[in-house]
């Protein structure tokens, strides 16, 4: 019986890198895949295009590829991933550079683009689906639009031999099930199996996740050597059926609670899971723990894709000043709250422009709020902290400066201030039918 393995490298841009490279070392794989693109990720590498048309490709896309392409090429094991976020080309051209210091002849890359749909959103008549609206209304401060490709273009590049795909914007789940269509020759309305494969991809999207990372609770759910964490990889069978592992030795633990926990994230409607290759069905899977280390899960299914694709659109939407100061000793959280009062007064008094403020103590109420706060004990320690959402980066600044200047004009004992203005990229959606939407191919080799 013939089975696929495909080992998960990556779960989001800044991932660590040393699971990925103990993947291509010991996990026997047929493929791996590098899931490292946000939403919001990908704006702000359209921002970092324009200023420079050479970027705007993942920032750790060069550091990934040094660890990991020569031992994958060696090994004959196919790179696919979204890397290529705002700029799937330069990322092309960037690894073939590498391939060839790294002396790999005739590696052959792929870029797959398309999901770049800034003109149709800006020259037709859509709707911001988060609040209806007109997208026009949005005026200059949309930066993009990127719509959701499904598997296909990953399955046509594989056909034509490709040893590395690098696409932007596409469904997470589809970074796997490009592969298994293509490897098992699934037909592309062959709901069942496009369903649970795509139960298989989004298992392995986020990587570490489903090993036991942000599943460890101490006391209620212990994971073992998480400082060492392994990757997960699945075994995935024609059928679509997998099973979850990970390289014998490495930390964490796969069980079907952590296959349970990562097969419910980000999942609105089991019974409706919207991807661009199929309405998947996640309501009768059944999760089976076989061995050590070792989940069964079968039962996925699905139903007709939708004739539209989501699109994200990036927008500025305004300007995050940020302060932050810390006292210690007796009377820690007085003198941090008089800080809080008296910038907030002193913000008043020059008539600082903001939408939006928050004045908190970190370690006392800035997560759950004073309410839910009020009978903590008294801490030894806090760290006040200003933000403040503004329109113009000019009133963003004054709110870092006013919290600087407590060193001085504050209560005793305050240090370690910090500060930082950036504008805000945010995120809506649109959605495109997907006959206005043509996936492109471009090839680069070693």
């Known amino acids: 019986m013939k089975i696929i393995r495909i080992g998960a490298g990556a779960g989001y841009s800044g991932d660590r890198i040393e699971p990925a ?52 090429a060696d090994k004959g094991i196919r790179i696919i991933t979204n890397m290529g976020a705002a700029n799937p ?58 719509a959701y490709l499904g598997a296909q273009p990953i399955v046509d590049a594989l056909k034509a031999g490709a040893d590395v795909v690098i696409t932007g914007r596409i469904a997470d789940p589809a970074l796997a099930l490009g592969p298994l269509i293509h490897e098992f020759g699934w037909a592309t309305d062959d709901w069942q199996r496009l369903g649970q494969g795509t139960v298989v991809g989004h298992l392995l999207e986020c990587a570490g996740q489903i090993t036991g990372g942000y599943f460890a609770d101490p006391g209620v759910k212990d994971v073992k ?12 069978s024609e059928d679509g059926s997998v099973v979850i592992t990970k390289v014998a030795g490495s930390g964490g633990q796969v069980t079907a609670a952590t296959c349970k926990e990562q097969l ?27 061995g050590p280390d070792r989940v069964a899960v079968s039962g996925g299914s699905g139903r007709a894709r939708p004739d539209t694709l989501k699109t994200t659109l990036g927008y500025v939407d305004s300007y995050i000043g940020e302060g932050q100061i810390s006292y210690a000793g007796p009377g820690a959280q007085a003198r941090g709250q008089l800080a809080l009062d008296i910038v907030k007064e002193r913000l008043a008094i020059m008539g600082l422009q ?4 928050r004045y908190d103590l970190i370690g006392v109420n800035a997560i759950h709020g004073a309410q ?43 240090g370690g201030a910090t500060k930082s203005a950036k504008e805000i990229i945010a995120v809506l959606s649109a959605l495109v039918p997907r006959d206005l939407i043509k996936p492109t191919i471009h090839f680069e080799e070693s």
């Open 21 to 72: 490279v103990e993947l291509a070392e010991k996990g026997e794989l047929d493929y791996l895949i590098f899931e490292c693109l946000a939403e919001r990720t990908i704006a702000i590498g359209q921002q970092a295009r324009r200023a420079d048309p050479t970027k705007g490709y993942d920032p750790l896309l060069a550091e990934r590829m040094y660890a990991v392409l020569k031992l994958c």
């Open 89 to 146: 080309l330069a990322g092309a051209a960037r690894i073939r550079d590498i391939a060839k210091e790294l002396g790999l002849p005739q590696l052959k890359i792929a870029a797959v683009g398309g999901d770049d749909v800034l003109d149709i959103l800006q020259s037709g008549d859509y709707r911001i689906e988060d609040n209806g609206l007109p997208v026009k209304s949005l005026g200059d401060k949309l930066i993009s639009a990127n």
């Open 225 to 236: 050597d998480l400082a060492r964490l392994g990757f997960p990889i699945g075994e995935v």
């Open 264 to 290: 419910l994230y980000e999942i609105h409607d089991p019974r409706s899971y919207f991807t661009p290759d199929v309405i998947a069905d996640f309501s009768q899977i059944v999760i089976t723990e076989i």
């Open 354 to 357: 903001s939408d939006e403020m």
């Open 372 to 414: 839910l706060s009020a009978a903590a004990g008294e801490p030894y320690e806090v760290r006040a902290r200003v933000a403040g959402r503004t329109a113009s980066m000019r009133e963003a600044v004054r709110i870092g400066n006013e919290v600087e200047t407590l060193y001085t004009c504050g209560p005793a004992g305050g």
